[in-house]
């Protein structure tokens, strides 16, 4: 099972950028960096995801490192609705999600 | 609309019972998943149908057994309920192309 380690736990000030932190030292060549995440007593919620390039759309922004060891996934200006369980994995042409322990945002005003 | 439902949103159930959970995805995905969420917050997947067809099957009890009667609708049941099958049950969809995955909002199984 593919395997990631991102922080247990992290704080962010409303209105900063979060900045979520994962790595995937085992990543292959062919296998995609997703991240998902979780509000209380919510289904998980795609956020984006992304092979080499960096990303971004409407929510966040993916920052992918050259190695593809790790990335970083950013929201610009955090809310309080963004304090939720954020899941990093990567996946390739197997088609299950492996979720890991996640890491809990908790946004503060 | 709704992308992906499931009923019931709660249920609460005897041991030994058998009881069953429903899926719909109007988004027109070709797969369909069932996860499950247990007290320490980790997220399993337990079974994947494509266009109707079982194509996952993770380690999970005989006792559990979906179907899937059209590819909108992936149904989740449950003989002879244990304590130990208390936990939150996600479905999700997804495309062929593979660029997100769609969950529900989970059903909370009790086992009493």
């Known amino acids: 099972d593919a395997k990631t380690t991102q922080p247990t736990s992290m704080d962010c000030a409303e209105g900063r950028a979060a900045n979520l932190p994962c790595n995937h030292s085992?990543?292959?060549?062919?296998?995609?960096v997703y991240w998902y995440r979780q509000i209380h007593s919510q289904g998980p919620q795609y956020i984006i995801h992304?092979?080499?390039n960096n990303e971004t759309n409407e929510m966040a922004s993916l920052i992918i490192t050259e190695d593809r060891k790790s990335s970083t996934l950013i929201l610009p200006h955090a809310t309080l609705r963004d304090t939720a369980v954020y899941y990093c994995?990567?996946?390739?042409?197997?088609?299950?999600?492996?979720f890991g322990t996640g890491t809990r945002l908790q946004v503060f005003p | 609309d709704t992308a992906v439902s499931q009923t019931p949103k709660y249920l609460v159930t005897q041991m030994g019972n058998d009881k069953s959970i429903k899926c719909e995805q109007n988004?027109?995905?070709?797969?369909m998943y069932w996860y499950k969420q247990d007290s320490k917050k980790f997220l399993k997947i337990m079974f994947s149908?494509?266009?109707?067809?079982?194509?996952i099957n993770e380690t999970v009890p005989n006792r559990f057994s979906p179907k899937s009667p059209d590819k909108a609708h992936l149904n989740l049941h449950i003989n002879s309920l244990e304590l130990g099958d208390s936990a939150v049950y996600f479905c999700?969809?997804?495309?062929?192309?593979?660029?997100?995955?769609?969950f529900g909002s989970g059903t909370r199984l009790t086992v009493v």
């Open positions: 999700a969809s997804s495309p062929l192309i593979r660029t997100g995955y769609t």
């Open positions: 085992t990543i292959s060549g062919n296998e995609y």
């Open positions: 992304g092979l080499k």
């Open positions: 994995f990567f996946t390739g042409n197997t088609d299950k999600l492996i």
């Open positions: 988004l027109g995905h070709d797969t």
């Open positions: 149908y494509n266009n109707k067809e079982l194509i």
